[in-house]
């Protein structure tokens, strides 16, 4: 059974970030929905022990992340993450795995994942990778990344996926900091690369989302693959 928290979160923070977990072990999910909410700028709107509660439960509790195991007993976070992309574009979905699967996470990549964690990381950073992940931001290790891109790149061609009739235009600035990004550096590396402040590489990065209409890093990369940008 899901124990749904929906509700609305009196906080010192205006519009604090939503999350709703999804793994099925009960003691997991009850213990990080009370680490979340106590921390001001988190609230934890709902958890779900299976698949089929969580999608039931996504129209109520629209959070604006969602911490998604892989494995769950009615199907698995993958699919998972396809069905709370389509539900609600907006939402970052956050892939929880015991094993970091190059091809696991080019799937979950391509399904509109914004990043993967592993679950045996400390509350600390699970707290560190939702807050990344409701500001936009990427999680994959750059030591994964690039075989999760060449993974990716691999997949399209496999499925002859054909581009966007238009795509958006780059500046040849912009172009620089989506390529540092496919390296797999942060906001604070791009800037230190480019001779940047923090402002504004979070300012391109922002604007490469925009342009693409995506909501994460990581899907900027994958929109940037399957449409012959990168």
């Known amino acids: ?6 509700r609305e979160v009196a906080s010192e923070f205006a519009d604090p ?6 793994d099925d072990h009960r003691s997991f999910a009850e213990s990080l929905q009370m680490a979340i909410d ?3 700028d988190l609230a934890c709107v709902g958890f779900a022990t299976s698949l089929g509660e969580a999608v039931a439960m996504l129209d109520d509790c629209r959070p604006d992340v969602v911490l998604m195991d892989v494995n769950l007993p009615d199907g698995d976070g993958i699919e998972g993450t396809r069905v709370v992309k389509e539900q609600l574009p907006d939402a970052r979905v956050v892939v929880l795995t015991a094993h970091t699967d190059p091809e696991v996470m080019a799937v979950a990549a391509a399904n509109g994942a914004c990043g993967f964690l592993p679950k045996e990381r400390s509350l600390r950073e699970i707290l560190h990778a939702v807050r990344t992940a409701g500001d936009g931001g990427m999680l994959v290790e ?3 990344l ?4 060449a993974l990716l790149s691999d997949r399209d061609a496999a499925e002859t996926e054909e581009p966007e009739p238009t795509t958006p235009r780059l500046t040849p600035r912009e172009y620089e900091v989506l390529s540092l990004m496919a390296d797999g550096r942060d906001p604070r590396a791009i800037a230190s690369s480019l001779g940047l402040s923090i402002h504004t590489s979070r300012g391109y990065v922002k604007s490469i989302l925009a342009k693409f209409g ?3 890093q990581l899907e900027a990369l994958v929109y940037a693959l399957r449409n ?3």
């Open 17 to 22: 970030i939503r999350v709703m977990v999804v």
């Open 1 to 6: 059974m899901a124990q749904t928290m929906a």
């Open 142 to 144: 750059p030591s994964a």
């Open 228 to 230: 012959g940008i990168l």
């Open 38 to 40: 106590m921390q001001a």
């Open 146 to 149: 690039a075989s999760v891109l």
């Open 214 to 216: 995506v909501h994460s």
